[in-house]
């Protein structure tokens, strides 16, 4: 995976950027100044792409240019493989291994507004892979709610106990597995760890502060989310006590579903949080998780898999 230089078409460049000429600098007689490729730093820069940045030269020299007629140093330093995609989207897609449904859907909270998110893997060519061009880390589509991570990221972040990771290697909701993704879901127990602890309670209290100074200057917070936080607490207990990630939060589905509709008082949930805290302190405690996932096993399995990458054929 490559590390290019990726700009939105409206950015406008800030001062002190440094720009290539892609057109000749004319002086007097008809002579050139600059060549196009010349160098130079943006010393003023202009309100909308109607108007012109001011660009000064080593020599000196200062000149009006278009948003057309320069590039970012770093972009034109990249040539072909910033401007090439590594391959199209939809056949990126093809090369999904594993697909799974996660969020409200699998936790048993889904209403009828509910979205269904789908995640997974895809498992690009060793052709692709190898490139200069690379391929992303991740496919995504807002309009049908789908992403998928490319396998390596994917375990990267499931080594590191990332709740949506290790959420889809355990979700119910499994819509395709290759033999290669079932290979992965039957090792899926390497990846859980005593990080569990340390990732997902660090990441509720995080937002919990966050809440709180919400309520404080807005006096609102976002239910769905404080849910949600709440949901990921019992997830990350349960984990630590059972060797597996309950995905599935039927015992729970009532008291949470009153929070996501506001129906339950802000000092009640911070009540029940402030608890589950401490009962995640007692799991963490007595849990048989081993103290960092298997890495070893993850590397090997990656392994694995980029040597079967070399067929063409899906594994």
């Given at each position: 995976m490559t590390d290019r230089v990726h700009y939105p078409p409206n950015l406008i460049f800030s001062v002190g950027t440094q720009v290539v000429t892609l057109v000749d600098i004319p002086g007097a007689a008809g002579l050139v100044l600059h060549p196009r490729g010349t160098v130079g730093v943006v010393v003023k820069s202009p309100a909308d792409h109607e108007h012109s940045y001011r660009v000064r030269f080593p020599d000196g020299l200062e000149t009006?240019?278009?948003?057309s007629e320069i590039t970012m140093l770093a972009k034109f330093k990249e040539g072909e493989i910033s401007?090439?995609?590594?391959?199209?989207?939809?056949d990126l897609y093809q090369r999904v291994i594993?697909?799974?449904?996660?969020?409200?859907?699998?936790?048993?909270?889904?209403?009828?507004?509910?979205?269904?998110?789908?995640?997974?893997?895809?498992?690009?060519?060793?052709?692709?892979?190898?490139?200069?061009?690379?391929?992303?880390?991740?496919?995504?589509n807002q309009e049908t709610q789908e992403a998928?991570?490319?396998?390596?990221?994917?375990?990267i972040l499931a080594l590191k106990a990332n709740p949506n990771v290790l959420?889809?290697?355990?979700t119910p909701l499994v819509e395709k597995a290759t033999s290669l993704a079932e290979e992965l879901l039957g090792m899926r127990e390497i990846f859980l760890s005593r990080l569990v602890y340390q990732t997902y309670n660090g990441y509720v209290m995080s937002q919990f502060h966050k809440m709180q100074a919400?309520?404080?200057?807005?006096?609102?917070v976002k239910w769905k989310h404080v849910m949600h936080l709440i949901r990921l607490l019992l997830s990350g207990i349960g984990t630590l006590r059972a060797g597996f990630v309950p995905v599935q939060v039927d015992a729970h589905r009532d008291r949470l579903l009153a929070i996501r509709r506001g129906q339950v008082p802000w000092e009640d949930v911070e009540k029940w949080r402030l608890s589950l805290h401490r009962e995640f302190h007692a799991a963490f405690?007595?849990?048989?998780l081993?103290?960092?996932p298997d890495y070893e096993r993850a590397n090997a399995f990656l392994i694995r898999a980029r040597r079967r990458a070399v067929s063409e054929e899906l594994p």
């Amino acid at each position: 995976m490559t590390d290019r230089v990726h700009y939105p078409p409206n950015l406008i460049f800030s001062v002190g950027t440094q720009v290539v000429t892609l057109v000749d600098i004319p002086g007097a007689a008809g002579l050139v100044l600059h060549p196009r490729g010349t160098v130079g730093v943006v010393v003023k820069s202009p309100a909308d792409h109607e108007h012109s940045y001011r660009v000064r030269f080593p020599d000196g020299l200062e000149t009006a240019l278009k948003r057309s007629e320069i590039t970012m140093l770093a972009k034109f330093k990249e040539g072909e493989i910033s401007d090439r995609t590594h391959a199209a989207p939809e056949d990126l897609y093809q090369r999904v291994i594993y697909r799974c449904v996660i969020g409200s859907q699998a936790y048993g909270l889904a209403e009828a507004e509910s979205d269904v998110d789908r995640r997974g893997i895809y498992l690009p060519t060793a052709d692709l892979h190898w490139s200069l061009y690379g391929v992303p880390e991740q496919l995504e589509n807002q309009e049908t709610q789908e992403a998928y991570w490319e396998l390596q990221k994917f375990l990267i972040l499931a080594l590191k106990a990332n709740p949506n990771v290790l959420e889809c290697l355990y979700t119910p909701l499994v819509e395709k597995a290759t033999s290669l993704a079932e290979e992965l879901l039957g090792m899926r127990e390497i990846f859980l760890s005593r990080l569990v602890y340390q990732t997902y309670n660090g990441y509720v209290m995080s937002q919990f502060h966050k809440m709180q100074a919400d309520l404080r200057n807005h006096g609102r917070v976002k239910w769905k989310h404080v849910m949600h936080l709440i949901r990921l607490l019992l997830s990350g207990i349960g984990t630590l006590r059972a060797g597996f990630v309950p995905v599935q939060v039927d015992a729970h589905r009532d008291r949470l579903l009153a929070i996501r509709r506001g129906q339950v008082p802000w000092e009640d949930v911070e009540k029940w949080r402030l608890s589950l805290h401490r009962e995640f302190h007692a799991a963490f405690e007595t849990t048989k998780l081993p103290e960092r996932p298997d890495y070893e096993r993850a590397n090997a399995f990656l392994i694995r898999a980029r040597r079967r990458a070399v067929s063409e054929e899906l594994p």
